[in-house]
C-alpha cells in the first residue's frame, strides 16, 4: 500500500510538471514579449523544482545505484543523458520567413489543431503530446503545359469547351497565396502538408472548372479572337470567388501559350481574319486615293479660280501700260549697234512710237 501510494505521487508530480512544462512552452510562442517573459519564468522554476526533486530521488536511489556494478551504472547514465538529450532537441522548431506554423495538440481537452497560426521564428512545443507543421505562404506559381519531360509526355494542358462545343486546348499559369491567418482551418480541409498535390489537384480542378464555367459564355472565334482578354479576367474573377472561402488568394491567371482550338476551326479563324485584314487594307487604300484626288481637285479649283480673277481684271489701259512699259524696257537695253547679219540685206526697223 506504501509503495503504491508512492507511485501515485510520483506519477501525479509527473503529470503536473507536465501541464507546467506544456504552459511554459506556449507562452515562450506567444508573439507577446510578455508573454515570452512569462513562460521563460514558468520554465526556470520548473528546472529548478524538477531538479531540487531529482536530488531528492537521486539520493535515495543512489544506495542501489551503488549496489550496481560500473557497467550497469554506465548503461543507465548513458540512457538518462540520452533520453534528456532527444527530448530537449525535440521542444523547439524554427518557422522560415514565408512559412507559419500549425500547432496540432495529440491529446488533452484541447486536442486538435489550433485556431491561430505561429509566427516566423523559433516555436516551443512538447514533442510527447504536441506536433509542429510549417506552411509555406509565399507566392506559389505553377504552369500547366502540353509538353514533353526526359522523353516521356507530359500533359498538363486544360481544356474547355466554347458556346457552339468546341473543345479549346490551352496552356496557362497561375499564381496564388496562402492567407496566413486561415492555414490552420486550410490544413483541416484538407489534410495535406504537400503543397505541390493541392496544387497539381484540388487547385488545378477548380481552375478547370473556372474556365469552363466562363468558356461557354463566348463562341470560338471570340476565344480565339478578340474576345480571348476578357475570357481570361472573368475567369479569374469566378476562380477568386470559388477558392477565397479555402483561404487561398489568387493574384494571376494567364496564358502560357495561344489557345489551341480544333485544327479545322483555327484555320478558318485564320483565314477570315486574314480576309478582313485585307478589306481594311483596301478599305485604307481607298481612303488614301480619295483624299489624293481630293487634294488635286481642290488645288485646280484654286488655280481655277485664281486665274479667272486675273482674267477679270485686265483691261484696256493695263494691257496699253504694260506694251509700253516692255517696249521701254527693250529700248533701255539697245545699244543702238545694228545687227551684223539680217535677212535680206534689209535694215532693221525699230518703231519708236
Known amino acids: 500500500m506504501k509503495f503504491g501510494l508512492k507511485v501515485a505521487t510520483v506519477l501525479g508530480l509527473l503529470f503536473v510538471g507536465m501541464l507546467v512544462f506544456n504552459q511554459g512552452l506556449r507562452l515562450m510562442s506567444e508573439p507577446s514579449d510578455m508573454a515570452v517573459l512569462g513562460g521563460v519564468a514558468i520554465m526556470i522554476g520548473y528546472i529548478a523544482l524538477a531538479t531540487y526533486l531529482g536530488r531528492l530521488a537521486f539520493r535515495k536511489i543512489k544506495a542501489k545505484v551503488d549496489s550496481l556494478d560500473l557497467h550497469s551504472g554506465m548503461i543507465i547514465a548513458m540512457l538518462a543523458v540520452a533520453g534528456v538529450s532527444m527530448f530537449a532537441s525535440g521542444c523547439n522548431k524554427v518557422i522560415p520567413p514565408g512559412h507559419v506554423g500549425i500547432k496540432v495538440n495529440q491529446s488533452g481537452s484541447d486536442r ?97 472548372d473556372a474556365l469552363n464555367e466562363v468558356a461557354v459564355n463566348y463562341t470560338a472565334d471570340e476565344l480565339y479572337g478578340e474576345k480571348k482578354t476578357e ?23 494567364g496564358y502560357a501559350s495561344s489557345p489551341r482550338p480544333p485544327e479545322q476551326v483555327a484555320k478558318a479563324i485564320n483565314n477570315k481574319i486574314e480576309a478582313i485584314q485585307r478589306a481594311i487594307q483596301a478599305e485604307n487604300e481607298k481612303r488614301e486615293a480619295t483624299a489624293q484626288a481630293s487634294k488635286v481637285i481642290e488645288l485646280a479649283k484654286g488655280t481655277a479660280e485664281a486665274n479667272q480673277r486675273i ?6 489701259n493695263i494691257v496699253e501700260w504694260r506694251r509700253l512699259d516692255v517696249q521701254q524696257q527693250a529700248i533701255s537695253r539697245w545699244n543702238g549697234a545694228m545687227p551684223q547679219y539680217s535677212g535680206g540685206g534689209a535694215m532693221p526697223l525699230i518703231q519708236l512710237k
Not at 510527447?128 to 507530359?154: H, M, N
Not at 482674267?311 to 484696256?316: E, F, G, M
Request: with cysteine.
Open 311 to 316: 482674267a477679270a481684271s485686265i483691261t484696256a
Open 231 to 253: 475570357f481570361l479576367e472573368k475567369a479569374l474573377a469566378r476562380l477568386k470567388s470559388r477558392v477565397e472561402p479555402f483561404g487561398v488568394n489568387v493574384m494571376a491567371l
Open 112 to 208: 486538435g489543431v489550433q485556431d491561430f497560426p505561429l509566427q516566423t521564428g523559433r516555436v516551443f512545443y512538447n514533442p510527447i503530446t504536441e506536433d509542429v507543421l510549417d506552411y509555406p505562404t509565399y507566392v506559389q506559381r505553377v504552369i500547366w503545359t502540353r509538353s514533353a519531360d526526359e522523353g516521356k509526355s507530359l500533359n498538363e494542358e486544360i481544356n474547355y469547351n466554347s458556346k457552339d462545343e468546341l473543345v479549346f486546348h490551352g496552356d496557362f499559369t497561375c499564381s496564388y497565396e496562402l492567407a496566413r491567418e486561415k492555414v490552420p482551418h486550410f490544413y483541416v480541409r484538407f489534410r495535406n502538408d504537400d503543397i505541390s498535390s493541392f496544387t497539381h489537384g484540388f487547385f488545378r480542378d477548380q481552375v478547370r
